[in-house]
């Protein structure tokens, strides 16, 4: 448990070591992550009813700001803030005024003054969302929805979330997360919800290109075969093979790596018969995974986007209750 | 302050219920006490319909002064809202906007054909223009107390009196 010096540092936290910004998953207590797992437990109910909307966030202006192409993340958020019956205002900041030349800052100091209370923030480079939460008012607060190899901690909650809702608990598993640990931030993430959580066992499995240097320091155990890898894994993670961010030619190419690193039937045979398989899409597939296996019964990523609603609804809840 | 039988008022609030129900009559409790009473009145009154549960941190109107509530339950209402007789069910009625959450929250599921509203405890001190149906009792509270059921551990239900920012008296 991290000490409440630490916690009065920790920028995502307020004076009362309340959830004031989400910005990443490092450094925040247990108690937190579970209370957002626990808040999001009665929103999967909302989603089911015929009336998939409460009015807790009623009169609440939220601003989702993509600085980076996304179709996914933004629509869930979109969809999280609508169920809460909020206001949502879709900014696509690549196609609009950073073309003109407004600063980051200028654009945020803008959205501020139309009385915004919380920004969704996705952009390329890592750290935008940390600049923008020191920036705005005390009473606005920000949501980090993946900022460049640097975090994506909403992905890695409703990750968390599927887990403990197939496994129960967090205590005796064996993870693995497969695939471009080097450009993925939800790698990033997933290894410090992992760990905060409880998870004993948690391994990455990747070739060298695809490591960063020191990965181990996470706490995580490192192989580069799947056949020792994925031995009586619980739960796999696969990654996204992340070609737009592939600066230099790391792989010979995209078949060989499916060759090695790709999940077939015959490599999931591998792990526990009753391994669950994540991925936070959108899917490659041919490349780091199967067809067969996405679409196959260990497969819960038709879940995780489901539930990845309600936990963004859990999220944008605490937060502007805080 | 001495503070009457839980058991005796489920009792009396039993006979009052069972004067009014029909073939499709509901009871929903509304999250902790409330479901606690509204499980015994499903099981005394036999009712065909399954029991419903409430929890209405999603609609309390204090959100914005205290924020989410914790350890926020599910709600459960298993069964067809829409042209239903419900009987909504809380332990202590007090301000009244515990009540008008929940009426908010069961037309999210469907247009009831009726809601009544029981409640052990009436204490008074209503902000809101709301009745219960049926009462257990009625009991005047001072304000800088707060009346709450609670479960013993041999599952029979009692009052316990606290003061609003202490433990039990």
Known sequence: ?322 | MQLPEAEDLLAVLTAQIRQGISSDTAVVGIHTGGVWLAERLHRGLQLALPLGALDVSFYRDDFGQIGLHPQIRPSDIPFKVEGSHIILVDDVLYTGRTIRAAINELFDYGRPASIRLAALIDRGGRELPIAAQYIGATLEVPPAKMLALEKKADGKLGLSLYDKHQGNE
């Open chain 1, 1 to 322: 448990m991290t000490s409440t010096r630490a916690m009065s540092n920790n920028p995502q936290l307020n004076k009362n070591g309340q959830l004031q910004h989400l910005l990443t998953t490092e450094g925040l207590p247990a108690s937190i992550l579970l209370n957002i797992l626990d808040t999001a437990e009665p929103f999967v109910g909302v989603t089911e009813r015929d009336v998939k909307k409460v009015p807790l966030l009623r009169g609440k202006s939220i601003f989702n700001l993509f600085f980076e192409p996304s179709t996914r993340t933004r629509t869930t958020f979109e969809i999280a803030a609508k169920r809460l019956s909020a206001d949502v205002i879709n900014l696509n900041i690549a196609v609009s005024s950073q073309s003109k030349g407004e600063t980051l800052l200028d654009t945020v100091n803008n959205l501020s003054a139309m009385h915004a209370d919380m920004f969704v923030v996705r952009h390329a480079q890592s750290g935008a969302a940390h600049l923008i939460a020191q920036h705005v008012r005390p009473e606005i607060h920000v949501i980090n929805a993946g900022d460049g190899r640097h975090a994506h901690p909403t992905q890695a909650l409703l990750d968390m979330f599927t887990i403990r809702r197939c496994k129960r608990d967090f205590h005796n598993l064996r993870v693995a997360i497969v695939g471009d640990i080097l450009h993925s931030r939800v790698a990033r993430s997933q290894i410090h919800a992992l760990t905060t959580l409880g998870v004993p066992e948690v391994r990455v499995i990747a070739p060298k290109t695809l490591l960063p240097a020191k990965v181990e320091r996470l706490g995580v155990h490192v192989y580069h075969d799947m056949a020792k890898g994925l031995k009586d894994v619980d739960v796999l993670m696969m990654l996204r093979l992340q070609n737009e961010r592939m600066l230099s030619a790391r792989l010979p190419s995209t078949e060989e790596y499916f060759k090695y690193y790709g999940l077939t039937p015959e490599k999931l045979a591998l792990a526990k018969p009753d391994a669950i398989v994540l991925h936070p899409g959108p899917m490659n597939r041919g490349v780091e995974i199967d067809s067969v296996v996405a679409d196959g019964k260990q497969s819960v990523i038709l879940p995780q986007v489901t539930f990845g609603i309600a936990v963004r609804m859990a999220v944008m809840s605490i937060l502007a209750g805080s």
